[in-house]
């Protein structure tokens, strides 16, 4: 897969003893399942769905859209330069004369005008090649199979941008979640530490206790700072790929969580070769270097050509000043040094290189498939396990707090079971999203219409 493919990858386990942390998100609990509070959003933010934000980043707004639209346009135009010879080249030409001394000619001792002093001549001649053993339309095939190329690169470049998109999207998604949890966190640490401010009040704890929830809070006011402000970068990145203000407050509605697929990494695979745009572009590379080296081979042989014309040259001492002509030829190339035959030779040079650069992109492709397959399908599990985790991890803190406001447990454990809490609901979503960026990588990998697939999911 290539490098404009990267999934960013958000370490969220949170780590009380070495400090290494992510967010937390308010949990509650629903019927068969648990669900998460979704983080509040400012007011002024506009509202975007991913299909209405795929629809905008492949418009032609996008500065990367248009640069490889002119990419196509620059190739239609090199088809019409090849398309040229095919047909008549036709040439006018004007021109009036003056001498120095009227053109005369000795007959004996006499001399007599041959033309005139001052003259006005014009000519306008068409050449066309009839035959050349296919180098003119072998060069123009050439040329379509290179725009077909230039077509599908184009088309691979919106689909780069969907999937840039897409993946921000999850992104910024899951840093609205770790903001929320982290403000959850947060104010579970501000609950503890009020219930040990009371508790150290009435001498039941030490000073030890208080101090260690009054650091724990300011820890996770720290880590919802940062988060915040990786959100709002998030969100930046999203703005420039829809070509909007870096500030513009963005708010992305959740897709439905990606369906569990039974089909196979073999079936992808399958898909994948028959579909990828980067297999195409290359057959259609290997297609045009075939015209090209037809092209090259051609002017080993001669070229037949017809021309023809009128000619006029002012002569008031010419019978016709006027002619017509019609002139059929040929032209060969007798020797130019060697360097058809090696233009040929490296052609097919090139050819075989290509070659071996499709079979190493295939290899390429099914590791990346592969890749995100298992990826998907970890996440998958991963999912089914959290939620049942997330679930324990809220009972074991409600027992503790009972247990410290009781008396019977230790400060420690509260705070341990509040970080553990924290972990569970932040591998969570660290999986959820997992799951939709590697199936949002596996859909491209697959060769799949990016925009045309999320622009069918209305949200």
């Known amino acids: 897969m290539t490098k404009n493919l990267h999934f960013y990858r958000i370490q969220t386990v949170m780590r009380a003893a070495s400090g290494l942390a992510s967010a937390c998100l308010l949990s509650v609990f629903l019927t068969h399942g648990v669900s998460f509070a979704q983080a509040s959003e400012p007011s002024a933010s506009e509202t975007m769905t991913i299909s ?19 990419s196509v346009n620059i190739s239609e135009r090199e088809t019409d330069i090849a398309a040229a010879p095919l047909l008549p080249s036709v040439n006018a030409e004007i021109s009036q004369g003056y001498l120095q001394h009227t053109p005369t000619a000795m007959f004996g001792s006499m001399q007599v005008p041959m033309g005139n002093r001052d003259s006005l001549s014009y000519t306008i001649s068409a050449r066309q090649t009839i035959f050349d053993f296919g180098a003119s339309i072998s060069r123009y095939r050439a040329s379509l199979s290179t725009l077909d190329a230039v077509k599908y690169d184009y088309e691979r470049t919106k689909n780069l941008i969907v999937l840039e998109f897409i993946v921000g999207c999850y992104d910024t998604l899951e840093f609205e979640k770790l903001v929320a949890v982290s403000q959850a966190e947060t104010e579970r640490f501000q609950s503890h530490l009020k219930v040990a401010r009371s508790l150290f009040k009435e001498g039941v704890i030490t000073k030890n206790d208080l101090l260690q929830a009054e650091v724990k809070l300011a820890d996770a006011k720290q880590r919802h700072l940062s988060l915040k402000n990786m959100l709002a970068v998030s969100v930046s990145k999203l703005n420039n790929i829809l070509s909007r203000p870096l500030k513009t407050q963005l708010h992305i509605i959740d897709d439905p969580e990606s369906p569990v697929t039974d089909m196979s990494v073999e079936h992808f695979w399958k ?21 090209h080296e037809k092209s090259k081979t051609a002017a080993f042989f001669p070229s037949f050509y017809v021309q023809g014309g009128y000619n006029y040259t002012q002569n008031d001492y010419q019978v016709y ?48 498939v592969q890749k995100y397959y298992l990826n998907m399908k ?20 409600r027992i503790n707090k009972i247990r410290y406001e009781q008396g019977q447990g230790t400060a420690t454990d509260v705070l341990d079971a509040i970080t553990l809490l924290t972990n569970a609901e932040t591998n969570y979503f660290s999986a959820l999203y997992d799951l939709k960026r590697a199936s949002a990588g596996l859909m491209y990998l697959s060769g799949a219409d990016m925009a045309e697939v999320f622009k069918k999911k209305i949200l």
């Open 271 to 291: 898909i994948a070769e028959k579909q990828r745009l980067e297999i195409k572009i290359m057959d259609k590379q290997l297609q045009a270097l075939s015209f």
């Open 321 to 368: 000043e006027g002619n017509w002509a019609l002139i059929a030829g040929v032209s060969v190339n007798l020797f130019n040094g060697g360097s058809t035959r090696a233009e040929v030779s490296k052609l097919k040079l090139m050819t075989e290189k290509l070659s071996e650069e499709r079979k190493k992109l295939i290899d390429n492709i099914r590791l990346d």
């Open 378 to 397: 970890s996440a998958e599990e991963k999912i089914s396990v959290l939620k049942d985790s997330t679930q324990q991890a809220t009972e074991n803190l």
């Open 52 to 70: 209405e934000g795929v629809a905008i980043a492949v418009s032609d707004e996008n500065r990367i859209v248009k640069i490889a639209a002119q």
